[in-house]
């Protein structure tokens, strides 16, 4: 008997999964929960499926996930991606759910369904979206790894992309989360070790429309796997320890069509007009708990005030020097915490730069 209980015994098990499993394919549904999280559950599949039109609807106990009550608690799962399973390997799959109520609406912690109808209505603009992720490695006891019991680690500034002992923290989990990602087929584009120690961050993107969000949701389902083998935990929160320390964010890059053609810099500055106007609403949705991180010190804005400028990781908003230069490009909203839901995120912003979407007939209002 093993003397842990939450290290996955990875080694044994891989003597199972090597097992013949007779042509049929394990599936693992993922759905986002009542809590911004994710869930999952396996269905066995009989013969392999290249569509997720082709799988069928699922469902589970929304009273225990904080999206039903107890006197109505089928909720449905609804496919809409597929991923290979880096964990079971292929012919397995991982699929991304929506989550829908019995009378055929969505279930109200469904941000994707929403996104999706307005990347659909404004896909002539062609909109590329870039998240940033943020993310803090935590120990049993909920002490960031690496760092002294009841203690302190020096000061921010060896550790921002550091290399090294005493400067980085559970590389390892970092690694294997990069390789399960491309494995998946997750466009991750990269990844670094952040400002404060036990901190990282990787990248998804860019993709285009809705895609951002699936993918973005993924990762962070495979971080949490990959963190389980290691018995690590994974927090999202924007401001993980109070103090002379950087918060985590998830920085979001945004480029359209006419962005990206010459003279994009005037549509880039539109945007930043309309960004301004809606400044409350956004920060609404872009994640719990933002109020700590969001203060004007360590690299952000203030939560009360919208600011943009080139080159500014003190501002709202930042124009990359390169882009200014050229004329064109993408801008980068650097308000999003990274607990916030990148279906929200993108979401509003296509609203606010494009304009919203008649209410959809057939569902229901709060």
């Not at 209980?5 to 693992?28: F, P, R, W």
């Not at 279930?107 to 940033?132: P, Q, T, V």
């Not at 005030?305 to 908003?317: I, L, N, Y």
Request: glycine fraction near 12%.
């Amino acid at each position: 008997m093993a003397d842990s209980t939450t290290v996955s015994n990875t080694a044994n098990v891989m003597k199972y999964m090597k097992l013949d499993q007779k042509g049929k394919i394990m599936a693992e549904y993922v759905w986002i929960d009542g809590s911004n999280g994710v869930r999952s559950k396996s269905k066995t599949l009989f013969k392999p499926v290249t569509k997720p039109e082709e799988l069928p609807e699922w469902n589970f106990d929304g009273s225990s996930t904080g999206q039903a009550p107890g006197g109505n608690s089928d909720v449905y799962i609804r496919p809409v991606a597929i991923f290979p399973d880096p964990f079971r390997l292929e012919p397995n799959i991982i699929v991304m759910c929506e989550t829908w109520d019995p009378d055929g609406s969505p279930n109200k912690f469904n941000y994707r369904h929403e996104a999706a109808r307005l990347m659909e209505a404004n896909a002539k603009h062609e909109l590329w979206f870039g998240l940033e992720q943020e993310y803090t490695l935590l120990g049993h006891d909920g002490w960031p790894y690496g760092w002294p019991k009841n203690g302190f680690p020096g000061p921010q500034g060896p550790y921002y992309c550091g290399v090294g002992t005493g400067r980085v923290y559970c590389r390892d989990i970092v690694e294997a989360h990069y390789k399960a990602c491309m494995y998946a087929g997750v466009n991750i584009s990269g990844t670094n070790a952040e400002v404060m120690p036990a901190q990282w961050e990787y990248q998804v993107g860019p993709c285009e429309g809705i895609e951002l969000g699936d993918h973005l949701w993924m990762s962070r389902f495979l971080l949490a796997r990959v963190a389980e083998e290691f018995g690590a935990k994974v927090s999202f929160s924007p401001k993980p320890i109070p103090g002379d320390w950087n918060g985590a964010g998830l920085h979001t890059n945004v480029s359209s069509a006419e962005m990206r053609a010459d003279g994009g810099m005037k549509h880039i500055e539109a945007a930043m007009k309309k960004l301004e106007g809606r400044h409350v609403d956004h920060i609404a949705v872009y994640g719990e708990g933002n109020t700590e991180r969001l203060t004007g010190n360590h690299e952000t804005g203030s939560i009360d005030k919208f600011s943009w400028g080139v080159a500014d990781r003190g501002a709202s908003v930042r124009i990359p020097r390169q882009c200014a230069k050229e004329g064109k490009g993408y801008f980068e909203d650097r308000r999003p915490a990274s607990n916030a839901d990148p279906y929200q995120i993108t979401g509003i912003i296509v609203e606010t730069i494009y304009g919203g979407l008649p209410d959809e007939e057939g569902t229901k209002k709060d």
